[in-house]
């Protein structure tokens, strides 16, 4: 074999590959035009960053590429690829980003730069300086750039620095084994993101007087955006003074990691700012004040002892607003769920504080009762969509991109998941993670395709022991006793809140036996357990399965008896099933294609049947956890459960009442939630049947709203139903709101377009005309109608509270449909009121007015000990309800503990004689109501509640919500106990 030559002649030739390279991708060639452009299609260049350059080109090319310039001779094709090695393997800046490497004529890599990319004289001489070193390390050394453009460059570079090892894909760790390692860019596929909002609407009885609140049930009321715009935002909209605060949150595997990983490449390129990652379960018993300059700071500089003038410098970027901490996986922190968030909490002060900040964190973690971080603005990112006429074909993107360099596989893939009888995978990987783990599962095995998320996994976890089969043989009986030790070191760490994902040495050793031998060094060698720090309280190392949710599937593994989760027949059960935490471990074990499906089903009725003797909340909770549950096997209950969750959702007939009877808002918001998650196809098979048989026209718009917009885009039962009400409803307004609803089912529809034109047309009211026109515009953009109505009222009317309606909707419109924008600035009127400065100044000022009223702080009060008396005396001599209510709120936020209040809003709440009096009451008591007390409210509600619920909720509907807000701040053990004054035992 020939030696490697790392000689002069070598260096030149790699140099000039290099120069010609940096030329190329910025623009300056000086060349012949014609070839240059001749050459262009065939290399594509893309920079990642200032100093990251990615390149997709043949040999042939590159040879092309070094004689371009007048005089010079083109490398041949053994020279370029030996250069090309040379720049990877030597002075080190080329990463190889081919999936295959067998035969060397296509080459895809990634150019990690020294210097800046436009500075490339001085990334010319750190290449001289770089190849000189490593050839004979005591040359001395050659006049390096000065690369140092001031502190905030510096501190810039140190950062990027810093980010490098975060720019790769996630699943690159399970992949790269195989040859199979992806640039993020190269795969990654934007998903839409959602704010998440408060939605009270949500959690009301909506009376049949006011139907047209119903109709949007599926609609969930956030801003949804772009990441680009999301982008755009966190350094636009930031008026106040104050740093950002974000939460980036959802299921796992839902992107969240990959979604900040794109935040921080964005925030280094588009911005000045200086964007710091921090994985969470680093920190260990650390602050994060500590971390950042004892660890961060340190691996950063690369020094092992910091200055004091080091230290200060870092600090000043975050005093003056530079710094976004990107803090990665609140879930890992080996901690109690609202502990963890507390504790970020108490980290985000002193000057830590000014840093803007943005952090990932699971939904069960974030929603598991208090949060000490509720004021951060909360995102999360939609899933993958197949694509309809309102949202491309995402899964397909993915795909595409990820068998790029094997597109007939991805095609076949593609095709498999289309076939009958897919809809649960195709369902369960919308999430990014799982079709990344069934993309490598294809690639590997192209085998039995899986349905649930356990056989997905399942396969996932065959395919890696096959990866290794040649490095690290493995016997079916060592794969089953290894796969049985992993599952009994994930259930034993679920269970305890001392250890969760960060598994002790010692802790692990307890379970599979000492690291350098059996089963422990195997899971190491396998890659199923990794070393992922040092505990600084023993020294020890710590742990980690490679991510949580393989943990969960190991666990359910572990489980051979579903009482393991609840045992109905003893008084001990631990009510697993009531526990977050729990919920993924579940619908895995039911996904098990090894556990009968008579157990599966034993288990299901057992939730069904669950009676909690406490008001019926956690009975619901079983219940809503069982059809979600049913989504994973073909359970024979799959019918009962769909018919339950339907009359639930919508209600049902009273014969001898002789009308409609709805459940209280609680149990209707949980049903709505359930049929969300229950198997999809019984689930639109019960909707359309629901659609057919019912006589209620409110709940069957309610239905076909729901079927047609999500569980299935433009189902023909749904469209049909609400073609007929559109055509049946006489009253103007509610008409308005059928046809915009079918209209969202249906763009376009014939039926929708011609009822808002005749409302337009038929109507006396500018209110009704200028709805009528929005929600055509919405439907039929460019509506000839639609946008001639604007201009009718815009010049007819004196109502200015109109106009500003209308330039809202104006505004709104085009935002949703940006080639709106064409139609609008074709007539004038429309076109100078969407321009129009005075309402930009009005917008303005609410804000303004807004944020001066929030920032408003309440007088001191003087004497309170007088004022809680007064309250006091007021409450008693009031006779008005209302008056009396405001006072005990007031008195409840003056003085918590204050009996007085406390009783007197739990008897408004009770037994207050107007219905608007119980709903604020009970609101007011969200707000004041302290742990201690809720364990005191419990037993005071529960006389409300009997068998006969469904004859008593009208009267007690604001108690039942009372009731379900104390359900989700409580164990069921806690709730149990409050309820009937006796403790419940958890033992065994």
């Given at each position: 074999m020939?030696?490697?030559?790392?000689?002069?002649?070598?260096?030149?030739?790699?140099?000039?590959?290099?120069?010609?390279?940096?030329a190329?991708?910025?623009?300056?060639?000086?060349?012949?035009?014609?070839?240059?452009n001749?050459?262009?299609?065939?290399i594509?260049?893309r920079?990642?960053?200032?100093?990251?350059?990615?390149i997709?080109t043949?040999?042939?090319?590159?040879?092309?590429?070094?004689?371009?310039?007048?005089?010079?001779?083109?490398?041949?094709?053994?020279?370029?690829?030996?250069?090309?090695?040379?720049?990877?393997?030597?002075?080190?800046i080329?990463?190889?980003?081919r999936?295959?490497?067998?035969?060397?004529?296509?080459?895809?890599?990634?150019?990690?730069?020294?210097?800046?990319?436009?500075?490339?004289?001085g990334?010319?001489?750190?290449?001289?300086?770089?190849?000189?070193?490593?050839?004979?390390?005591?040359t001395?050394?050659?006049?390096?750039?000065?690369t140092?453009?001031?502190?905030?460059?510096?501190w810039?570079?140190?950062?990027?620095?810093?980010?490098?090892?975060?720019?790769?894909?996630?699943t690159?760790?399970?992949?790269?084994?195989?040859?199979?390692?992806?640039?993020?860019?190269?795969?990654?596929?934007?998903?839409?993101?959602?704010?998440?909002?408060?939605?009270?609407?949500?959690?009301?009885d909506?009376l049949?007087?006011e139907?047209?609140?119903?109709?949007?049930p599926?609609?969930?009321?956030?801003?949804?955006?772009?990441l680009?715009?999301?982008l755009?935002q966190?350094?636009s909209?930031?008026?106040s003074?104050?740093?950002?605060?974000?939460?980036?949150?959802?299921?796992?595997?839902?992107?969240?990691?990959?979604?900040?990983?794109?935040?921080?490449g964005?925030?280094?390129?588009?911005t000045?700012?200086?964007?710091?990652?921090?994985?969470?379960?680093?920190?260990?018993?650390?602050?994060?004040e500590?971390?950042?300059i004892?660890?961060?700071?340190?691996?950063?500089?690369r020094?092992?002892?910091?200055?004091?003038?080091?230290?200060?410098?870092?600090?000043?970027?975050f005093?003056?607003?530079?710094?976004?901490?990107?803090?990665?996986?609140?879930d890992?922190?080996?901690?109690?769920?609202?502990?963890?968030?507390?504790?970020?909490?108490?980290?985000?002060?002193?000057?830590?504080?000014?840093?803007?900040?943005?952090?990932?964190?699971?939904?069960?973690?974030?929603?598991?009762g208090?949060n000490?971080?509720?004021y951060?603005?909360?995102?999360?990112?939609?899933?993958?969509?197949?694509?309809?006429?309102?949202?491309?074909?995402?899964?397909?993107?993915?795909?595409?991109h990820?068998?790029?360099?094997?597109?007939?596989?991805?095609?076949?893939?593609?095709?498999?998941?289309?076939q009958q009888?897919?809809?649960?995978?195709?369902?369960a990987?919308?999430?990014?993670?799982?079709?990344?783990?069934?993309c490598?599962?294809w690639?590997?095995a192209?085998g039995?395709f899986p349905?649930?998320?356990?056989?997905?996994?399942?396969q996932?976890v065959?395919?890696?022991?096959?990866?290794?089969?040649?490095r690290?043989p493995?016997?079916?009986?060592?794969?089953?006793?290894?796969?049985?030790?992993?599952?009994?070191?994930?259930?034993?760490?679920?269970?305890?809140?001392?250890?969760?994902?960060?598994?002790?040495?010692?802790?692990?050793?307890?379970?599979?036996g000492a690291?350098?031998?059996?089963?422990?060094?195997?899971?190491?060698?396998?890659?199923?357990?990794?070393?992922?720090?040092?505990?600084e309280?023993?020294g020890?190392?710590?742990?980690?399965f490679?991510?949580p949710?393989?943990?969960?599937?190991f666990?359910?593994?572990?489980?051979?008896?579903?009482?393991f989760?609840?045992?109905?027949?003893?008084?001990?059960?631990?009510?697993?099933i009531?526990?977050p935490?729990?919920?993924e471990?579940?619908l895995?074990?039911?996904?098990?294609?090894?556990?009968?499906v008579?157990?599966?089903?034993?288990?299901?009725?057992?939730?069904i049947?669950?009676?909690?003797?406490?008001?019926n909340?956690?009975?619901?909770q079983?219940?809503?956890?069982a059809?979600?549950?049913?989504?994973?096997?073909?359970?024979?209950?799959?019918?009962?459960?769909?018919?339950?969750?339907?009359?639930w959702?919508?209600?049902?007939?009273?014969?001898?009442q002789?009308?409609?009877r709805?459940?209280?808002?609680?149990?209707?918001?949980?049903?709505?939630?359930?049929?969300?998650?229950?198997?999809?196809?019984?689930?639109i098979?019960h909707?359309?049947?629901?659609?057919?048989?019912?006589?209620?026209?409110?709940?069957?718009?309610?239905?076909?709203?729901?079927?047609?917009?999500?569980?299935?885009?433009?189902?023909?039962?749904?469209?049909a139903?609400?073609?007929k009400?559109?055509?049946l409803i006489?009253?103007?307004?509610?008409?308005?709101?059928?046809?915009?609803?079918?209209?969202?089912?249906?763009?376009?529809n014939?039926?929708a377009?011609?009822?808002?034109?005749?409302?337009?047309e038929?109507?006396?009211?500018?209110?009704?005309r200028?709805?009528?026109?929005?929600?055509?515009?919405?439907?039929?953009?460019?509506?000839?109608?639609?946008?001639?109505?604007?201009v009718?009222?815009?010049?007819?009317?004196?109502?200015?509270?109109l106009?500003c309606?209308?330039?809202?909707?104006?505004?709104?419109?085009?935002?949703e449909?940006?080639?709106?924008?064409?139609y609008?600035?074709?007539?004038?009127?429309?076109?100078?009121?969407l321009n129009?400065?005075?309402?930009?100044?009005?917008?303005e000022?609410?804000?303004?007015l807004?944020?001066?009223?929030?920032?408003?702080?309440?007088?001191?009060?003087?004497?309170?000990?007088?004022?809680?008396t007064?309250l006091?005396?007021g409450?008693?001599?009031?006779?008005n309800?209302?008056?009396?209510?405001?006072?005990?709120?007031?008195l409840?936020?003056?003085?918590?503990?204050?009996t007085?209040?406390?009783n007197?809003?739990?008897e408004?709440?009770k037994?207050?004689k107007?219905d608007?009096?119980?709903?604020?009451?009970?609101?007011?008591?969200?707000k004041?109501?302290?742990?201690?007390?809720?364990?005191?409210l419990?037993?005071?509600?529960?006389?409300?509640?009997?068998?006969?619920?469904?004859?008593?909720?009208?009267?007690?509907?604001h108690?039942?919500?009372l009731?379900?807000?104390?359900?989700?701040?409580?164990?069921?053990?806690?709730?149990?106990?409050?309820?009937?004054?006796?403790?419940?035992?958890?033992e065994?």
């Amino acid at each position: 074999m020939a030696r490697v030559s790392h000689g002069p002649e070598a260096k030149k030739r790699a140099c000039r590959l290099f120069a010609a390279l940096l030329a190329y991708a910025n623009d300056a060639l000086d060349c012949d035009e014609s070839a240059l452009n001749a050459l262009q299609p065939h290399i594509q260049v893309r920079w990642l960053s200032e100093s990251r350059l990615v390149i997709r080109t043949k040999v042939r090319f590159l040879q092309a590429l070094t004689g371009l310039q007048p005089g010079q001779k083109p490398l041949n094709a053994d020279q370029i690829k030996e250069s090309l090695k040379r720049l990877a393997d030597f002075v080190e800046i080329l990463e190889d980003n081919r999936s295959t490497r067998g035969g060397s004529e296509n080459w895809h890599f990634t150019l990690n730069l020294w210097c800046h990319r436009y500075d490339i004289e001085g990334n010319l001489k750190r290449f001289e300086y770089e190849w000189e070193q490593r050839r004979n390390p005591t040359t001395p050394p050659v006049s390096l750039p000065l690369t140092n453009r001031g502190a905030r460059e510096e501190w810039k570079e140190i950062c990027e620095g810093m980010l490098r090892s975060q720019q790769r894909l996630t699943t690159n760790p399970l992949t790269s084994v195989d040859g199979m390692s992806f640039e993020l860019d190269a795969v990654y596929v934007p998903l839409g993101l959602v704010e998440r909002k408060q939605r009270d609407r949500r959690h009301e009885d909506i009376l049949p007087t006011e139907g047209s609140r119903l109709y949007e049930p599926e609609e969930t009321e956030v801003i949804q955006s772009t990441l680009s715009s999301f982008l755009e935002q966190l350094v636009s909209i930031n008026d106040s003074q104050d740093p950002h605060r974000i939460a980036i949150v959802g299921e796992p595997g839902a992107g969240k990691t990959t979604l900040l990983q794109k935040v921080a490449g964005w925030i280094l390129e588009k911005t000045q700012d200086l964007p710091i990652w921090v994985t969470l379960a680093d920190l260990q018993t650390k602050s994060l004040e500590d971390y950042l300059i004892q660890d961060w700071l340190r691996a950063a500089i690369r020094k092992r002892h910091v200055s004091v003038e080091t230290e200060e410098t870092f600090c000043e970027q975050f005093a003056q607003g530079r710094v976004w901490l990107l803090l990665d996986a609140v879930d890992e922190m080996a901690m109690e769920s609202s502990y963890a968030l507390s504790r970020i909490a108490s980290f985000l002060t002193g000057w830590v504080g000014n840093a803007n900040v943005i952090l990932t964190c699971r939904l069960n973690v974030w929603d598991a009762g208090k949060n000490a971080l509720e004021y951060f603005k909360t995102y999360r990112n939609l899933n993958f969509t197949y694509g309809s006429h309102q949202s491309p074909n995402l899964v397909r993107q993915f795909i595409q991109h990820w068998f790029q360099d094997n597109p007939v596989l991805g095609e076949r893939l593609l095709a498999e998941i289309e076939q009958q009888g897919r809809q649960r995978i195709k369902d369960a990987v919308k999430n990014p993670l799982r079709l990344a783990l069934m993309c490598r599962t294809w690639t590997l095995a192209q085998g039995e395709f899986p349905s649930t998320k356990a056989m997905l996994y399942k396969q996932f976890v065959e395919a890696i022991y096959e990866w290794k089969q040649d490095r690290f043989p493995t016997t079916f009986t060592q794969r089953k006793q290894l796969n049985q030790a992993l599952g009994e070191l994930a259930l034993q760490a679920l269970s305890s809140a001392e250890t969760k994902f960060r598994l002790s040495h010692h802790f692990v050793c307890k379970v599979l036996g000492a690291p350098d031998e059996g089963l422990f060094q195997l899971a190491l060698l396998l890659g199923w357990l990794n070393q992922v720090g040092i505990s600084e309280v023993k020294g020890e190392k710590v742990y980690g399965f490679y991510h949580p949710t393989f943990q969960e599937y190991f666990a359910a593994l572990a489980i051979d008896d579903w009482r393991f989760f609840f045992n109905p027949e003893l008084s001990h059960t631990s009510y697993r099933i009531f526990e977050p935490q729990w919920r993924e471990v579940i619908l895995l074990w039911l996904g098990r294609d090894d556990i009968p499906v008579q157990a599966k089903d034993e288990f299901i009725k057992a939730l069904i049947r669950f009676e909690d003797g406490v008001g019926n909340y956690y009975s619901y909770q079983a219940y809503f956890l069982a059809a979600t549950g049913i989504a994973e096997f073909p359970c024979s209950f799959s019918s009962e459960i769909l018919t339950s969750l339907i009359k639930w959702r919508f209600g049902y007939y009273n014969p001898t009442q002789n009308q409609w009877r709805r459940f209280p808002a609680p149990v209707q918001e949980g049903a709505r939630v359930a049929l969300l998650k229950t198997d999809r196809k019984c689930a639109i098979m019960h909707l359309e049947e629901f659609i057919q048989t019912c006589h209620n026209e409110f709940e069957i718009w309610s239905a076909a709203y729901s079927l047609g917009k999500t569980f299935d885009p433009g189902n023909k039962t749904a469209i049909a139903a609400l073609e007929k009400l559109v055509r049946l409803i006489r009253l103007e307004s509610l008409r308005l709101q059928a046809a915009d609803s079918l209209g969202k089912v249906e763009p376009g529809n014939k039926v929708a377009v011609t009822a808002l034109t005749e409302i337009i047309e038929s109507t006396t009211k500018d209110s009704i005309r200028r709805k009528g026109a929005y929600f055509l515009a919405k439907i039929d953009p460019g509506n000839k109608v639609a946008l001639s109505t604007f201009v009718e009222i815009i010049t007819k009317s004196d109502n200015s509270v109109l106009r500003c309606q209308i330039i809202d909707n104006i505004r709104a419109l085009v935002t949703e449909n940006p080639s709106i924008l064409s139609y609008v600035n074709s007539i004038p009127v429309l076109a100078q009121l969407l321009n129009n400065k005075i309402y930009e100044d009005r917008d303005e000022t609410q804000k303004r007015l807004q944020k001066s009223s929030q920032s408003r702080k309440p007088a001191k009060l003087v004497d309170t000990t007088k004022f809680i008396t007064a309250l006091e005396q007021g409450i008693i001599s009031a006779q008005n309800e209302d008056i009396k209510g405001n006072k005990a709120f007031k008195l409840a936020l003056l003085d918590p503990d204050n009996t007085v209040a406390f009783n007197t809003l739990i008897e408004l709440v009770k037994y207050g004689k107007k219905d608007t009096t119980r709903k604020r009451t009970v609101e007011n008591l969200k707000k004041v109501l302290r742990d201690e007390q809720i364990l005191k409210l419990v037993p005071l509600l529960k006389d409300c509640f009997s068998n006969q619920m469904s004859l008593e909720m009208e009267q007690y509907r604001h108690c039942y919500k009372l009731i379900w807000y104390c359900g989700e701040k409580l164990t069921y053990v806690d709730f149990h106990q409050a309820w009937h004054k006796q403790k419940l035992s958890t033992e065994g």
